[in-house]
C-alpha cells in the first residue's frame, strides 16, 4: 500500500503535469498548423483575384504559414516551460547573422519581390537588361532566366537587374523601324525616294498609321542619306526591318542608283 500511495504521488506530482503540458503543447501544435494552412489558402484565394505573379503569391502563401508556425512553436515550448524569450533572442540572434552572411542573396531577395509587384516584364517579352537582351522565360524571387536571340539560356541575379536600366520591347504594340539608306550625290534624289516609298508601300507589314518617314537626313562627305522610319507591330520588326533592307537595295540596282562607298580625293603635285 506505501509502494502504491508513492507511486500515486509521483505520478500526480511529477507525470501527471509533465503529461498535461506536453498534451497541451501538442494541440497547440496541431491547431497551430491547422491555423497556418488556413490562412495560407485563404492569403491564396485573396491574391488568385489581384494582377499579382503566380510565384510571388506562392511566396506569400508560403511566408504566412512559416511566420505562423514560428508563432506556434514558441506558444507549445512555452507551455512546457520553456524560456521562450531566451529562444525568441537566438531567433533574432541568428536572423541578423544570416541576413548579413546572405547579404548579396538578399538584395536578390528584395529586387525579385519588387520585380514580381511591379512588372517590369512578364515571360515571352523581349527585354535588354544587365548588359543582356533576350526572351524573359521565367522569373523566380532571387534570379530571371532569359534564353538569347541564338537560344543561350542566361540566368541574370534579380539584384543586377532592378539596379540596372531595363527596355522592354514587347510592352508596346508597335515600334518604329530606323533605317539609313545612302546613294551618290550624282543620283536623283526624288527618284530614289520615290523608290523607297514605293518599296514601303508595297511592304504590307508596314502600318499606314502612323505613316511611314522618308527625307534626306545627312549631306554626308560621300553621300546623300536618307532616313526612313516605318512603323510595325512590334513582332514584325526584324522580318520587316531585313525585307526592306533586301527589297530597297534591288529597287535600287534596277533603276541604277547608287550606294556609294566612302571615297577620298587625293590630289598629286610634282614639285621639281
Not at 484565394?45 to 505562423?68: E, G, P
Not at 520591347?169 to 516609298?197: G, Q
Not at 534626306?216 to 520588326?237: I, M, Q, T
Amino acid at each position: 500500500m506505501f509502494e502504491q500511495a508513492q507511486l500515486l504521488t509521483f505520478f500526480d506530482v511529477h507525470i501527471a503535469p509533465w503529461a498535461l503540458k506536453i498534451g497541451i503543447a501538442i494541440i497547440v501544435f496541431l491547431a497551430g498548423q491547422l491555423i497556418a494552412n488556413f490562412f495560407s489558402r485563404f492569403i491564396g484565394k485573396l491574391l488568385a483575384h489581384t494582377k499579382l505573379d503566380k510565384i510571388l503569391v506562392n511566396f506569400l502563401q508560403s511566408l504566412m504559414r512559416a511566420l505562423i508556425l514560428v508563432m506556434v512553436l514558441v506558444a507549445a515550448l512555452d507551455q512546457l516551460g520553456v524560456n521562450t524569450n531566451s529562444l525568441i533572442a537566438m531567433l533574432g540572434a541568428a536572423g541578423i547573422a544570416i541576413g548579413l552572411a546572405l547579404q548579396s542573396s538578399l538584395q536578390n531577395f528584395a529586387a525579385g519581390f519588387m520585380l514580381l509587384i511591379f512588372r517590369p516584364f512578364k515571360a515571352g517579352d523581349f527585354v535588354e537588361t544587365a548588359g543582356t537582351s533576350g526572351i524573359i522565360d521565367s522569373i523566380s524571387i532571387f534570379s530571371t532566366r532569359l534564353y538569347t536571340a541564338d537560344n543561350k539560356e542566361v540566368i541574370i541575379p534579380n539584384g543586377a537587374i532592378y539596379s540596372s536600366n531595363i527596355v522592354n520591347y514587347s510592352s508596346r504594340k508597335t515600334r518604329r523601324v530606323d533605317m539609313t539608306f545612302s546613294v551618290s550625290y550624282s543620283d536623283d534624289i526624288r527618284l530614289a525616294k520615290s523608290i523607297i516609298l514605293k518599296v514601303i508601300a508595297d511592304e504590307t507589314r508596314v502600318l499606314t498609321d502612323p505613316a511611314p518617314e522618308v527625307a534626306v537626313g545627312e549631306l554626308a562627305p560621300s553621300s546623300v542619306n536618307f532616313v526612313v522610319r516605318p512603323w510595325v507591330k512590334a513582332e514584325d520588326y526584324w522580318p520587316v526591318r531585313f525585307a526592306l533592307n533586301e527589297k530597297i537595295k534591288l529597287a535600287f540596282d534596277e533603276q541604277k542608283i547608287t550606294i556609294p562607298y566612302p571615297h577620298m580625293d587625293v590630289n598629286v603635285k610634282n614639285i621639281q
